[in-house]
């Protein structure tokens, strides 16, 4: 952005949601539709100019230990993705101070880095940006932790709301009149989700058939999933979750302890649950048909350890 002395600068403040992916995750990479929800949990920034005009940009993000210094050099894939967006909205890279907090678990699936590219990508075009400019130079920072991703992730951030999206082309937004609430619950097992899109291409060489049979599979669920959502169908929602659970679990990209807790969230009231995002750890989302079954299930969660919540689903974004 320019300003008088054609300065690049920062705009004072800037944020984006995370996100869920309801149904369609690895399959949009590979040219499937998907669905995506916003979800209220969100990456916050504030940027202030430094008192030493000519040092690298500080960027302290204390919930998730980031303090770095954006240095050419430095391997740290925030440190890197961070670069890339200024680079690609030509703002600053000296002079200023980054702060964020995040309500957002990183690496659990939950779009933590998507919402950290859009985030910055708005403290550098501001909030009137066209949001195609902000998702292009989100993307520029989520190759950096996705390799090749989908998109599906910045769109979401950027947009909010709950979203059809095919990669390559506009996402359309869902119009979902009575929110959906949903539990969240991260595993604190980390993966990288490159390793997770790698291990389904790996499938695909292996077993080309039935590895696309069952991406395949998965996008057939995106129309019924969107008609429950649409109708505020809990229990049809919930039989589709579980459904694109076992197909993600068929392309192994689950993992033990998503299995046992998707399984502890139907016992204790759930209407079904899935893993949510690339797999192999992170998070898994589950569909409660009341308040008293939230409890149940927030409880029941939480008393293994993970760190469940609730966040309801609602589109279309404000604008
Ligand atoms: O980064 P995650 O865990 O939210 O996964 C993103 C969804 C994938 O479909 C697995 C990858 C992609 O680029 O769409």
Redesign the pocket.
Known sequence: MGTVSDRPTLHPVAEANG?I?LV??????HGYP?LAAAVEQRVRLSAEPSAARSTPIELRIPDWDVDLSLDPGDPHPIARASLEVLAASDGPVLGWSIRGTSDLPP?????S??ALTVAMARLVLGPHAPVRSIVDVSLSGEAV??G??????SQIAARGGVLRYI?GEEPTALRIVTPLRLVVAPTHIA?S?AD??AK?QRKREQFPRCADATLRALADLVDPTETALLRHDTFGLGEIFTMAHHLLSALD?SHPRLDELCQLACNEGATGAKL????GG?SLIAVVPDASAEDQVLHALRSTGAPAFATDIRGPAPT
């Open positions: 996100k992916i369609g995750e690895h399959a949009v990479v998907a690496r659990a699936g939950l779009g880095s998507a932790f996705h090749s991703p989908s998109g599906i992730d990669r993966r989700t997770q899109v389904v990209v949510t995002g690339a797999g992170g």
